[in-house]
């Protein structure tokens, strides 16, 4: 494998800094300039930030909404007041031009006549996925059960034609996170073997949540990935309980039809905000080489008419960003390479705002040499058990970046352990994986996985342990600053099967 940089000159860096990282064998110490830096991260600084950051005002930071455009304005206020450095195309800002598809009611129905009964239901009770118009006679259902590999086989695009194939929606959310992962393999598996079948309507029934969302308020567009995030076959997913009943009803000898007539979406241009800002380093040579701090302050907006505000997720790893910036640029020394310190937008739909910048780098991945993402770093109160003075990183062994933030925490009092149910699972669920696709060494660092309240309105500020974040801070400050610091770029762990996409990446990055 080859490295991004081949220094010869490591050994000349005159640094006032930390004398090891990735490399050394030797344990790092602290100076009193990087002391004060870790000081000057406050638990009531961080409590501040977090109380505005997830406070109603903002209305749960959905993509896109007017309350994310507050946080946008907010954080690069943040970056501002440290000083960093504006690289974005409009200040902190990276832009994408977007578009949004506006679910559009206007002659809406939607009705389901089980043969003995009609019933129409209102558009509260329903989601959809539509990508134009859809204006459906009254059409005969297909139930079919997902859950069995074998199901589509008796049916072909003869069969479904003009049909309404209807399927129970798994509750992944209630499987443990192994299972749910599996469960889901398979869903997507089946739903791409369904769509090719070209069914008029899919129609998904939802018994877990009884409430829908009225279509949403629409759906994102992105036009370098136009068509990707919506089915080729209308879905629509059915939270209504009397509809359900009537459904199963018609299940044992019924004639269920449905008909259904909703007008093409209206669109709109939005504008969807990475906020980003560069700490530049003081070596000469180092400081076009660049270490990524990162988190998503999207969330998910109102959902079922109440706000979710995200606290843990991910204001908290929002909120550390800032902090971390702010601390890190009061130092009299500079680092030798430069930090990056980054919040994207729609991480909860997709990896949006992390994949954007992957496809759009705003500083050369090449010159890129690692990514530390944080994530729910607030809450200690994890579905594993208490979590104090500690933290986990995903993808552990990927690269020899956790053993530099096992040092880090050494030196601060945190854990920074390896967690094995989890560290590998979660390496691809968060925006760490967008610049690890790449080729940067990229992980998630966090407190808890799992804890109470998770994607649940009950994700409010007041329920993080604010001392333990500001522990937890200083931890990924220090590590951040070995890494800065350190003439050798960490590297993939290549006997590690896991990382050989990623190690791939990094070799096409080199040999460009
Ligand atoms: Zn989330």
């Not at 949540?209 to 068509?227: C, F, M, Y």
């Not at 059915?238 to 007539?261: E, F, K, P, Y």
């Not at 180092?286 to 995200?310: C, E, P, R």
């Not at 200690?380 to 020899?400: C, H, I, K, R, V």
Request: glycine share 8%; net charge neutral.
């Amino acid at each position: 494998m080859q490295r991004l940089f081949a220094y010869a000159f490591a050994a000349v860096i005159g640094i006032a800094g930390i004398h090891a990282g990735a490399s050394a064998a030797a344990d790092p110490h602290l100076t009193p300039d990087t002391s004060a830096a870790l000081e000057r991260i406050s638990e009531h600084s961080l409590r501040g930030h977090l109380s505005f950051i997830a406070s109603d005002l903002l209305e749960g930071r959905g993509t896109p909404s007017r309350g994310q455009d507050l946080a946008a304005e907010y954080i690069a206020a943040q970056f501002r007041r440290a000083g960093l450095e504006a690289v974005g195309d409009d200040g902190y800002f990276q832009t994408a031009n977007w578009a949004f598809a506006e679910t559009n009611l206007k002659d809406f129905s939607f009705r389901i006549d089980s043969g003995k009964e009609q019933l129409d239901i209102p558009a509260s009770e329903l989601s959809f996925s539509l990508a134009q118009a859809l204006a459906l006679a009254p059409s005969a259902i297909v139930n079919i059960d997902a859950s069995d590999a074998a199901a589509l086989n008796a049916h072909s695009t003869a069969t479904l034609a003009g049909k309404v194939v209807v399927i129970n929606l798994p509750d992944f959310e209630a499987m443990p996170p192994e299972q749910a992962r599996t469960a889901y393999g398979g869903w997507q598996f089946f739903n791409a073997q369904l769509a090719k079948l070209r069914p008029a309507l899919v129609l998904l029934v939802d018994r877990a949540h009884p409430k829908g969302n009225a279509g949403g308020k629409g759906r994102l567009i992105d036009p370098e990935n136009s068509g990707e995030t919506v089915s080729p076959i209308p879905r629509i997913t059915l939270h209504s309980v009397q509809a359900i009943r009537a459904l199963d009803a018609s299940r044992t000898g019924g004639r269920a039809r449905v008909s259904v007539n909703v007008a093409a979406p209206v669109e709109r241009a939005v504008k969807l905000r990475n906020v980003i800002g560069v700490l530049r380093g003081s070596d000469p040579e180092l400081k076009n080489t660049y270490v990524m701090v990162t988190a998503h302050y999207d969330h998910l907006g109102i959902k079922d008419g109440v706000i979710h505000n995200g606290a843990n997720d991910d204001g908290s790893g929002t909120v550390s960003v800032m902090e971390i910036a702010s601390a890190l640029s009061g130092m009299k020394q500079r680092p030798a390479r430069s930090i990056v310190f980054m919040t994207v937008f729609g991480e909860e739909l997709g990896l949006f705002g992390s994949r954007y910048y992957g496809r759009h780098p705003i500083l050369p991945i090449r010159q890129t040499v690692a990514n530390v993402n944080l994530e729910q770093v607030g809450r200690t109160d994890s579905s594993e058990g208490p979590q104090l003075n500690n933290a986990s990183m995903t993808g552990f062994d990927f690269s020899d970046v956790g053993t530099v933030f096992r040092k880090a925490g050494k030196l601060t009092g945190i854990d920074v352990y390896k967690n094995e149910a989890n560290s590998d699972l979660y390496f691809g669920l968060s925006d760490n994986q967008a610049l690890a696709d790449q080729g940067v060494p990229a992980h998630t660092l966090c407190v808890a996985f799992q804890y109470p309240d998770y994607h649940a309105p009950g994700d409010h500020w007041q329920k993080v342990d604010y001392a333990n974040m500001a522990k937890v801070n200083r931890m990924v400050a220090l590590g951040v600053l070995m890494i800065a610091n350190d003439p050798v770029a960490p590297k993939w762990n290549t006997a590690n099967p896991l990382t050989r996409p990623y190690v791939e990446a990094w070799k096409r990055q080199s040999s460009q």
